[in-house]
C-alpha cells in the first residue's frame, strides 16, 4: 500500500478507524498502520483509531475525537462548564456523557486524556451539533451541562459547595434558559438533582 494513496483517500476523516480504512481498501495490511507512525506519517488514538499528525490539535478537534472515541456521547460536564465560561479553571481533559459505562482513555502527548461519565439513557439528551470545519461535534447545551454536573456530583449540595468550585454565576444567568432548565428538571423528576438546582436558582436570585 504507497501512503499517498492511502493518505489522498483518508484524508475526508479528521479522525479513521481501521473499520473506516478496510471499507476503502477491503485488503488494506494493518502492518502499515505500525510503519507509517514509526515514520511519523499517523499517530494511534488508542485501539483501532488514528490521525494523521499534521492535523492541527485544538479544542474543537479534541471535541470531535472524543465523540468519535466512545459512542454514543456527548461533550459535558467540566469541558462544556468551561468551554461556557462557567467555570474559571482550564480543564486538562476532556469530559463526556455516555449511555455505556464509564470510561477513561489516555492518548498520546498533544491530545490528552478522554473521561467518559456513565448516564442512564433517559438523560441522554440535552446536547448540540456544533459544526467544526465539514463536520460536527455534541456538545451539551449551557442547561444540560448544569444538569449533568449536579445530577452526578451529589457532594454540591450547598451554597458554599458551589461557590467552592468557583462557578461564574453572572455568566451563568447571562447564558442559561430558565425555562429550558425547568422543562429538563421536571421531564429528569429527580428530587435530588431539583434540590441542588434550587440553591443555584438561589444564588442566580441573590445576584439578580
Not at 38 to 66: H, M, P, S, V, W
Not at 134 to 156: F, G, N, V
Request: aromatic share 16%.
Amino acid at each position: 500500500m504507497n501512503y499517498i494513496v492511502f493518505q489522498q483517500k483518508m484524508r475526508s476523516f479528521p479522525v479513521f478507524s481501521i473499520r473506516e480504512i478496510e471499507k476503502q481498501f477491503p485488503r488494506f495490511d494493518t502492518r502499515r498502520l505500525v510503519e507509517w507512525q514509526e515514520k511519523g506519517y499517523i499517530q494511534k488514538l488508542r485501539n483501532c483509531y488514528y490521525y494523521f499528525t499534521d492535523q492541527t490539535i485544538d479544542q474543537q478537534f479534541l471535541y470531535y475525537i472524543a465523540n468519535q472515541l466512545y459512542r454514543p456521547s456527548y461533550v459535558s460536564l467540566e469541558s462544556a462548564l468551561a468551554r461556557y465560561g462557567f467555570i474559571p479553571e482550564g480543564v486538562f481533559e476532556t469530559i463526556s456523557c455516555t449511555t455505556l459505562k464509564s470510561q477513561r482513555f489516555e492518548t498520546p502527548a498533544g491530545t490528552g486524556t478522554f473521561v467518559y461519565h456513565h448516564l442512564k439513557r433517559a438523560m441522554f439528551f440535552g446536547y448540540r451539533l456544533v459544526s467544526w470545519k465539514e463536520y460536527h461535534y455534541a456538545l451539551a447545551e449551557p442547561e444540560k451541562a448544569i444538569i449533568d454536573y449536579l445530577y452526578l456530583h451529589p457532594e454540591a449540595k450547598t451554597t458554599d459547595d458551589i461557590e467552592a468550585r468557583r462557578w461564574n454565576i453572572f455568566s451563568i444567568k447571562e447564558q442559561i434558559d430558565t425555562k429550558k432548565l425547568a422543562v429538563y428538571e421536571k421531564y429528569i423528576g429527580s428530587t435530588a438533582l431539583s434540590r441542588r438546582l434550587s440553591v443555584l436558582k438561589e444564588m442566580l436570585d441573590v445576584k439578580s
